[in-house]
């Protein structure tokens, strides 16, 4: 219990530091992403849902017609968590070189409070330009971990009686999977291959779901969720660190 206390307490550290001077500079270009992309997302997926619910109501036989009351929470809950987490995926490529950048200078910071060495290597557009191509490299690889889970679940989500439990397994593989994406940039700054991330995160469980599950949350409250991805690239790299992740 107190690790998972402590693990979800390294997302408001994170939260707390990208606001400190010498940080801000690596959040406003992906945050001012995050606001267009995110502002586009909603705007479509309320149309697109809605248009298909009203369809599928519609197509309901009328001795099934008070389904439709169950109907509307379940798609509301499952458009929140498909959208948030769509959104956290595509705004995580888009952003990456920054994020990558982002994490590196938490990460400085970091060693520097607790005494350990730092990388001598200057954060300036030069180091962010050479990032460019091994991050979107590292996101690949990520998505191609990732979507073929997430067409699994959506897929599930549409399979009748199954997809009264999916938002409970979204929310499982959420936290899974925003403590893999957030853990991962400073894995790939300190060159730690994916699979021996994978293989650390399933050894700290409880580490591993509190983190991830506290971050998912904060995905799903709206305008907050501008703020989670710079926040939990700083905390999860503050736990790389704290947690010792970059031991063998």
């Not at 945050?31 to 309901?60: E, H, K, P, R």
């Not at 017609?65 to 509301?76: H, Q």
């Not at 397994?169 to 894995?187: E, K, R, T």
Request: include cysteine; charged fraction near 10%; hydrophobic fraction near 55%.
């Amino acid at each position: 219990m107190q690790q998972s206390n402590q693990s979800t307490h390294y997302f408001f550290a994170g939260l707390k530091l990208i606001f400190q001077p010498g940080m801000r500079r690596f959040v406003f270009i992906p945050l001012t992403l995050n606001i267009i992309l995110f502002s586009v997302m909603i705007y479509y997926s309320i149309g697109f849902i809605d248009s298909q619910i009203s369809n599928f109501i519609a197509w309901l036989p009328e001795f099934l017609s008070f389904l439709s009351w169950l109907i509307w929470p379940i798609a509301l809950i499952l458009m929140c968590l498909l959208v948030f987490f769509s959104f956290s995926l595509i705004a995580n490529f888009i952003a990456a070189p920054f994020n990558g950048f982002l994490s590196e200078a938490v990460e400085k910071h970091t060693r520097q409070q607790q005494g350990l060495p730092v990388s001598e290597t200057p954060l300036d557009w030069k180091e962010l330009s050479l990032l460019i191509p091994r991050t979107l490299s590292r996101e690949l690889r990520k998505l191609g971990y990732i979507v073929p889970r997430w067409l699994l679940l959506v897929i599930l989500t549409f399979v009748p009686v199954i997809n009264f439990i999916a938002p409970i397994v979204w929310l499982i593989w959420g936290a899974w999977m925003m403590a893999v994406q957030y853990a991962d940039f400073p894995a790939d700054n300190n060159k730690v291959p994916f699979p021996a991330l994978l293989n650390k995160l399933k050894q700290r469980k409880s580490m591993t779901y509190s983190f991830g599950g506290l971050v998912y949350l904060m995905t799903l409250i709206p305008f907050v969720n501008l703020l989670v991805i710079p926040a939990a690239v700083a905390g999860g790299t503050i736990l790389w660190v704290n947690e010792k992740l970059y031991e063998q």
